[in-house]
């Protein structure tokens, strides 16, 4: 084992995985894999701090709408006793003992944790593994050494696991009923997804589709307070190269682990204040970011809601439910900051 990037390569070319930065130094200690294992989006990231941290988050596709968040019971779960927050039974007396579960409404929770999904999340607990299930995805947190990252064949036998049980909720999530909190909401998403030729998903809450020449996906997310509201997301037509991150700063970013990527302040007050910006290439992230976008992003972050950017795509999140009939708007805004975005990333494509 060693502390470089050559494993994260062998990893890469195994599995087809795309490396970021697609050359590391020798001793660059941030590094990340992305792509598709099994048909599942993963994520694979090293980073340092103190000792070697390795990161796994497999996606679900679609993501659910449950607030979802199942994890190994422990410290953290008898203080949210202690403050109210109580766990879901699933009637599994061996699973109910080792992790912690909970979701806006128990029955869709119960109902996503089948057999297989309970059995598969026993043995991670079991193992003594680090990790969670919520809405996005699954994240499992190793952390190898100080000073040694992973062998290959951990790595690889990691992110498949992470890739197997993201397919398996996948498959369980099939069949949990739509969301009674979001009953009010589902005949008008319905009928607007039909007028506008985009496909339609009661459960999760979702339209998807092309709208006004963007490639959309419409979903309820999870908001703060208990809310549910719309994240209208634009997918890039082609990515960019490199991982970046940028969501709403909040005061306790301090603690945040950033993994492979690296806080980076543009110098602009206005936008810095309002955003956090994680990357694994902030000379890029600084060329995108120019003084044009970043004054948009504000306006649509002040105007529309909370704005996500990655290297997939645009999105806005609205913090309370939104009626369908006022997306074509929100999309239209959004398009031509993607646009703007699109532009800037054209010189990197392909890794160059």
Do not use: C
Not at 42 to 66: C, G, M, R, Y
Not at 140 to 156: E, F, H, K, N
């Amino acid at each position: 084992m060693t502390d470089g990037p050559e494993e994260f390569r062998r990893v890469g070319a195994q599995l087809g995985l795309a490396l970021s930065p697609a050359d590391p130094a020798p001793f660059d200690t941030r590094f990340a894999l992305d792509g598709l294992v099994d048909g599942v989006r993963v994520h694979v990231a090293q980073w340092i701090a103190q000792s070697v941290h390795v990161d796994f988050a497999a996606f679900l596709d679609p993501p659910a709408d449950l607030r979802l968040s199942v994890r190994p019971a422990g410290l953290a779960s008898r203080l949210g006793e202690l403050l109210g927050r109580h766990d879901i039974p699933t009637g599994d007396a061996a699973f109910d003992a080792a992790l912690d579960v909970h979701a806006d409404e128990p029955a869709r929770a119960q109902a996503l944790l089948t057999p297989p999904v309970r059995a598969a999340l026993l043995a991670w607990a079991r193992s003594g593994a680090r990790f969670e299930l919520t809405d996005e995805g699954v994240s499992l947190y190793v952390i190898p050494g100080t000073y040694s990252t992973l062998d290959v064949a951990d790595i690889v036998a990691n992110v498949r696991a992470a890739a197997a049980l993201a397919a398996r909720v996948d498959e369980a999530l099939r069949g949990v009923p739509s969301s009674a909190r979001l009953a009010p909401d589902i005949a008008a998403w319905r009928a607007y997804a039909g007028a506008h030729a985009l496909a339609f998903s009661a459960s999760p809450l979702r339209a998807t589709g092309v709208l006004h020449g963007a490639h959309l996906t419409a979903r309820a997310v999870a908001t703060d307070g208990g809310a549910y509201g719309v994240e209208l997301r634009l997918r890039f037509e082609a990515p960019l190269s490199w991982v970046l991150r940028v969501r709403p700063a909040r005061f306790f970013d301090f603690l945040e682990r950033t993994g492979d990527a690296s806080p980076a302040a543009t110098g602009d007050a206005d936008f810095d204040r309002e955003f956090r910006v994680t990357t694994t290439d902030p000379a890029r992230t600084r060329a995108l970011l120019d003084a044009d976008v970043r004054a948009a992003l504000v306006a649509l972050h002040r105007g529309d809601g909370a704005v996500v950017l990655d290297a997939d795509g645009l999105a806005v999140r609205t913090a309370a439910m939104t009626d369908p009939a006022g997306f074509g708007a929100i999309v239209d805004r959004v398009a031509v900051v993607a646009q703007k975005l699109q532009r800037r990333a054209a010189p990197y494509r392909g890794g160059a």
